[in-house]
């Protein structure tokens, strides 16, 4: 890991952790967290307000009136739209996401959970999705907040990344090995 990734990384923990401190203070630990679930989802659905957060050409306060309209769009509470101000002036802005996903990941382990993230070629069946989480409980001894994500260019299997874990059983991955072998052998 590079110093530069290393500094990302713990920026990133040192914002959530923040947040996730005063709104637990504040006790709305679970409507920041609704906000920034909400707030997620916005951005994975529309790729243009990625990349208006990640461009640095935009001026701080034309991201900080882009998202003061966003916090009146889905009533953000003052909490968490004064915490993305912050982000903005720090530059901090374009690890927004990553910030959403710690701060997941600190509720998580508060109620004594983890997060998985579960990439497949098809949608999942509930009986499949209950299947998975009940393997992982046994293998983690901990219940689970699931994220599907469908990515047909698996062909097949699944992706499953838990922390920094990852279980790669896609048709894709599977294909890429045999050619890797196969160049060895040739």
């Known amino acids: 890991m590079t110093n530069t990734t290393k500094r990302r990384v713990a920026s990133v923990e040192r914002y959530a952790n923040a947040l996730f401190q005063l709104a637990k203070e504040a006790k709305v630990?679970?409507?920041?967290?609704?906000?920034?679930?909400?707030?997620r989802n916005l951005m994975e659905q529309d790729i243009n307000m990625i990349s208006v957060v990640q461009n640095p050409s935009i001026s701080k306060n034309?991201?900080?009136?882009?998202?003061?309209?966003?916090?009146?769009?889905i009533e953000m509470s003052k909490l968490t739209n004064n915490f993305i101000g912050v982000i903005v002036k720090k530059n901090r802005v374009k690890y927004l996401l990553e910030i959403i996903n710690s701060f997941d990941d600190l509720l998580s382990n508060l109620k004594g959970e983890k997060n998985a993230t579960i990439t497949s070629a098809k949608n999942?069946?509930?009986?499949?999705?209950?299947?998975?989480k009940s393997q992982l409980k046994d293998k983690?001894?901990?219940?689970?907040?699931?994220k599907i994500i469908v990515d047909k260019s698996l062909i097949g299997g699944l992706k499953i990344q838990v922390g920094s874990q990852m279980i790669d059983s896609?048709?894709?991955?599977?294909?890429?090995?045999?050619?890797?072998k196969m160049k060895e052998v040739a």
């Open 29 to 39: 630990l679970e409507t920041v967290s609704s906000e920034l679930t909400k707030l």
């Open 62 to 73: 034309r991201k900080i009136n882009f998202f003061n309209l966003l916090s009146e769009k």
């Open 124 to 132: 999942l069946s509930e009986k499949e999705i209950n299947d998975i």
């Open 140 to 146: 983690f001894n901990s219940d689970f907040n699931i």
């Open 170 to 180: 896609s048709i894709k991955n599977q294909l890429q090995l045999l050619k890797e």
